[in-house]
């Protein structure tokens, strides 16, 4: 199974919207092993399809990492054209980061509780509620269905705070211990 670079804030492909998957195919199936796979091996908590280059509306996650001994671990979650049913009007801000924004961190304001519908890898529908790190995890990755970065919840003060940081990754010269594309080849 490859690893499959991530690609990096500037790529247009994040900016898009996914598309939903209309049934369960071979290909569907091997995209999920290397999502997984990918998602790993980066350390990632969440992986969401455009950041490997994909318009599935698909995403991943595994919030164990994050959660106190005394929490219910969930493992790896799979969902296929999810869909937010609810939010709660409660916020909390966290910090972020993202996979395809090396070594960016900040604070979010998101809902602190949520309702997920989705499918999962058998295309099993589920409607389950989520608080916590899995909500964050969840909307963090949901927002890059509809082509929404962290970033982007930035006041512009705290975005120009980082603004060295974007511009060495829209130069390609971003290092990350994981593939990530673009990136100028050195030599
Ligand atoms: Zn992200």
């Given at each position: 199974m490859p690893i499959l670079p991530i690609v990096t804030y500037n790529d247009p492909i994040l900016r898009e919207k996914t598309q939903e998957v209309d049934s369960r195919t071979e290909v569907i199936d091997r995209f999920l092993e290397d999502l997984i796979e990918t998602m790993y091996y980066s350390n990632g908590l969440g992986l969401a399809a455009p950041q490997v280059g994909s318009s599935h509306r698909i995403f991943v996650f595994d919030p164990d990492p994050m959660l106190e001994d005394d929490e219910e671990k969930l493992g790896l979650i799979v969902c296929i054209n999810p869909m937010i049913i609810e939010q709660s009007s409660q916020q909390v801000s966290m910090d972020e980061g993202c996979l395809s924004i090396p070594d960016v961190k900040d604070m979010v304001k998101r809902a602190e509780t949520i309702t997920l519908q989705y499918l999962d890898e058998h295309f099993v529908e589920h409607t389950r509620n989520f608080s916590g790190w899995p909500a964050r995890i969840i909307l963090h990755e949901y927002d890059h269905l509809d082509g929404?970065?962290?970033?982007?919840?930035?006041s512009s003060f705290r975005r120009r705070m980082h603004k060295s940081q974007l511009k060495a990754i829209e130069a390609g010269e971003a290092e990350a211990p994981y593939p990530i594309s673009p990136k100028k080849h050195s030599t």
């Amino acid at each position: 199974m490859p690893i499959l670079p991530i690609v990096t804030y500037n790529d247009p492909i994040l900016r898009e919207k996914t598309q939903e998957v209309d049934s369960r195919t071979e290909v569907i199936d091997r995209f999920l092993e290397d999502l997984i796979e990918t998602m790993y091996y980066s350390n990632g908590l969440g992986l969401a399809a455009p950041q490997v280059g994909s318009s599935h509306r698909i995403f991943v996650f595994d919030p164990d990492p994050m959660l106190e001994d005394d929490e219910e671990k969930l493992g790896l979650i799979v969902c296929i054209n999810p869909m937010i049913i609810e939010q709660s009007s409660q916020q909390v801000s966290m910090d972020e980061g993202c996979l395809s924004i090396p070594d960016v961190k900040d604070m979010v304001k998101r809902a602190e509780t949520i309702t997920l519908q989705y499918l999962d890898e058998h295309f099993v529908e589920h409607t389950r509620n989520f608080s916590g790190w899995p909500a964050r995890i969840i909307l963090h990755e949901y927002d890059h269905l509809d082509g929404i970065l962290f970033i982007d919840h930035l006041s512009s003060f705290r975005r120009r705070m980082h603004k060295s940081q974007l511009k060495a990754i829209e130069a390609g010269e971003a290092e990350a211990p994981y593939p990530i594309s673009p990136k100028k080849h050195s030599t």
